[in-house]
T-cell receptor, first 110, second 114 residues
């Protein structure tokens, strides 16, 4: 069974600091997704990573994918309060399903 | 506006009383899917549909039914809800015949079964 593990599960960080969220998965996949979820809200697509070595950046967030290590990272640069949310990675080894990690709840403290 | 619309947003029901959660998308997407979200478990797929009249089970299909009579609609049916189906449900759609470029998610339905 495919497992997707995120670390850490909870992250409290000060504004202005940098941090990285890790996503490990247990089977081969060349597609990885990052989503953001605000409390009580739906999931918003952040990044779609479709090949080994893919790197994408949007504002203070940068995502990368290493398919050989089965690892994706979401790096946060100079965090701001607006980034407080839960972040999910999801892996799509097949055509019909995305397997989600359990999420990382990020709180940015002023 | 391109979107996936779920109704209702909140629902409290009693054990055994049949209910339907509707899902509609206006993007002409072929692929639609239902997920449930539970604390500590992330999102788990219930059912998916590759196209009209084509549906298949996901990881946790027990106790649920779906139908895809029209491309835009993909309702989730609970014939006899039980308390362990209390959860947050999301419908999602994708333009590919699979979530090739990620999903567009609906706003969610919080279901409580008492």
């Amino acid at each position: 069974e495919l497992k997707v593990e995120q670390n850490p599960l909870f992250l409290s960080m000060q504004e202005g600091k940098n941090y990285t969220i890790y996503c490990n998965y247990s089977t081969t996949s060349d597609r990885l997704y990052w989503y953001r979820q605000d409390p009580g809200k739906s999931l918003e697509s952040l990044f779609v990573l479709l090949s080994n070595g893919a790197v994408k950046q949007e504002g203070r967030l940068m995502a990368s994918l290493d398919t050989k290590a089965r690892l994706s990272t979401l790096h946060i640069t100079a965090a701001v309060h607006d980034l407080s949310a839960t972040y999910f990675c999801a892996v799509g080894p097949g055509a019909n399903n995305l397997f989600f990690g359990t999420g990382t709840r990020l709180t940015v403290i002023p | 506006e391109a979107q996936v619309t779920q109704n209702p947003r909140y629902l409290i029901t009693v054990t055994g009383k049949k209910l339907t959660v509707t899902c509609s998308q206006n993007m002409n997407h072929e692929y639609m899917s239902w997920y449930r979200q539970d604390p500590g478990l992330g999102l788990r797929q219930i059912y998916y549909s590759m196209n009209v009249e084509v549906t298949d089970k996901g990881d946790v299909p027990e106790g649920y039914k779906v139908s895809r009579k029209e491309k835009r609609n993909f309702p989730l049916i609970l014939e006899s809800p039980s308390p362990n189906q209390t959860s947050l449900y999301f419908c999602a759609s994708s333009p590919d015949r699979g979530p090739g470029y990620g999903y567009t998610f609906g706003s969610g339905t919080r279901l409580t079964v008492v």
